[in-house]
């Protein structure tokens, strides 16, 4: 085996960090930007636009499959969205939570309080008094943006939609309101879309999956660029991408993932050229399917069942 440097391995700790762009980026920003308010040049300010003459702001339900990469994808929009930024200290245009655990209404709000600054907040109070502070702290920061992530869990959570609607709906009126957004899985638009009040108040991004007629001068731009970076040949194979996103069920976030993993087994054993083995090695780790049913091995890759792998395993 070739004595391998850590310098390879400082380049995927690098791609690892590195956020990938897409025109999915455009997608949601034009979806935030619909709910912001416009300067006399028809720039986004950082002020939401109310619908209604109560003050009532609309959000996003942000739809996608685990491992699609919507949780960095919201996360990178929002960070360098022109009108949500801001160097004083005591003001947060953006606030970003992931729904903890236990997932209740409750837990939501002091996350929320926790991730805004406040001090911290006994869980003996009531969940009505929680968020009366999340109003009021959302306000005495003039947060424009309130983002929840894995949004679908709340919902699983045993307590009437109805209940958790009317809940997050709170932030969403009067003096102070912010735009919601929430992210999740497939599951989520079906809780969240309760009623046509609902439907009305939230407008629906679903990221396509990807396709390998569709996106593959995209993927394998990224992963000779990748194998640049890392010093090593691209893969020879002429039905990688397919083989790749099919491995990836569809998913952008596991298409990057698993292109990374292959260069790390292909860096790990000195070689100098990514190949198949490196991908079916990678992912026969994480997906742990028998070698039979192994995508970037398998003459029949395409009609492996993806869903029984584990069962088989």
Same mark, same amino acid.
């Given at each position: 085996?070739?004595?391998?440097?850590?310098?390879?391995?400082?380049?995927?700790?690098?791609?690892?960090? %590195?956020?990938?762009?897409?025109?999915?980026?455009?997608?949601?920003?034009?979806?935030? @930007?619909? /709910?912001?308010?416009?300067?006399?040049?028809?720039?986004?300010?950082? %002020?939401?636009?109310?619908?209604?003459?109560?003050? @009532?702001?609309?959000?996003?339900?942000?739809?996608?499959?685990?491992?699609?990469?919507?949780?960095?994808?919201?996360?990178?929009?929002?960070?360098?969205?022109? #009108?949500?930024?801001? @160097?004083?200290?005591?003001?947060?245009? *953006?606030?970003?939570?992931?729904?903890?655990?236990?997932?209740?209404?409750?837990?939501?709000?002091?996350?929320?309080?926790?991730?805004?600054?406040?001090?911290?907040?006994?869980?003996?109070?009531?969940? *009505?008094?929680?968020?009366?502070?999340?109003?009021?702290?959302?306000?005495?920061?003039?947060?424009?943006?309130?983002?929840?992530?894995? #949004?679908? @869990?709340?919902?699983?959570?045993?307590?009437?939609?109805?209940?958790?609607?009317?809940?997050?709906?709170?932030?969403?009126?009067?003096?102070?309101?912010?735009?919601?957004?929430?992210?999740?899985?497939?599951?989520?638009?079906?809780?969240?879309?309760?009623?046509?009040?609902?439907?009305?108040?939230?407008?629906?991004?679903?990221?396509?999956?990807?396709?390998?007629?569709?996106?593959?001068?995209?993927?394998?731009?990224?992963?000779?660029?990748?194998?640049?970076?890392?010093?090593?040949?691209?893969?020879?194979?002429?039905?990688?991408?397919?083989?790749?996103?099919? #491995?990836?069920?569809?998913?952008?976030?596991?298409?990057?993932?698993?292109?990374?993993?292959?260069?790390?087994?292909?860096?790990?054993?000195?070689?100098?050229?990514?190949?198949?083995?490196?991908?079916?090695?990678?992912?026969?780790?994480?997906?742990?399917?028998?070698?039979?049913?192994?995508?970037?091995?398998?003459?029949?890759?395409?009609?492996?069942? /993806?869903?029984?792998?584990?069962?088989?395993?």
């Amino acid at each position: 085996m070739t004595q391998i440097t850590s310098e390879p391995f400082a380049t995927l700790a690098k791609l690892r960090d %590195k956020y990938v762009k897409t025109s999915r980026d455009s997608i949601l920003q034009q979806h935030i @930007d619909r /709910l912001l308010q416009r300067d006399a040049e028809g720039n986004p300010l950082a %002020k939401p636009v109310t619908f209604t003459a109560t003050g @009532d702001t609309h959000g996003i339900a942000l739809v996608e499959g685990a491992g699609g990469g919507k949780t960095s994808l919201v996360h990178h929009v929002l960070k360098n969205h022109p #009108a949500l930024q801001s @160097d004083d200290p005591e003001s947060m245009p *953006w606030i970003g939570v992931s729904v903890p655990s236990p997932a209740t209404l409750k837990s939501l709000g002091l996350e929320i309080l926790h991730q805004s600054g406040y001090p911290e907040v006994s869980t003996k109070k009531k969940e *009505w008094d929680i968020w009366r502070l999340v109003r009021f702290r959302l306000q005495q920061l003039g947060t424009v943006v309130l983002w929840v992530d894995e #949004a679908h @869990d709340l919902f699983r959570a045993g307590k009437g939609i109805e209940d958790i609607l009317k809940m997050l709906k709170s932030v969403m009126q009067g003096e102070g309101a912010v735009i919601l957004i929430l992210s999740g899985v497939e599951t989520l638009w079906q809780m969240a879309s309760y009623d046509d009040q609902v439907k009305r108040r939230y407008s629906k991004v679903t990221l396509p999956a990807i396709s390998a007629t569709t996106h593959e001068k995209m993927l394998r731009g990224f992963i000779n660029g990748y194998c640049e970076q890392a010093g090593i040949a691209p893969p020879a194979e002429a039905d990688i991408i397919d083989r790749l996103v099919y #491995a990836s069920r569809g998913r952008f976030g596991r298409c990057i993932e698993n292109i990374i993993a292959a260069l790390e087994e292909a860096l790990r054993h000195g070689e100098g050229q990514l190949t198949a083995q490196h991908f079916a090695k990678a992912w026969a780790v994480q997906e742990g399917g028998v070698p039979g049913n192994n995508v970037f091995l398998s003459p029949r890759w395409a009609s492996i069942d /993806l869903a029984k792998l584990h069962i088989a395993a």
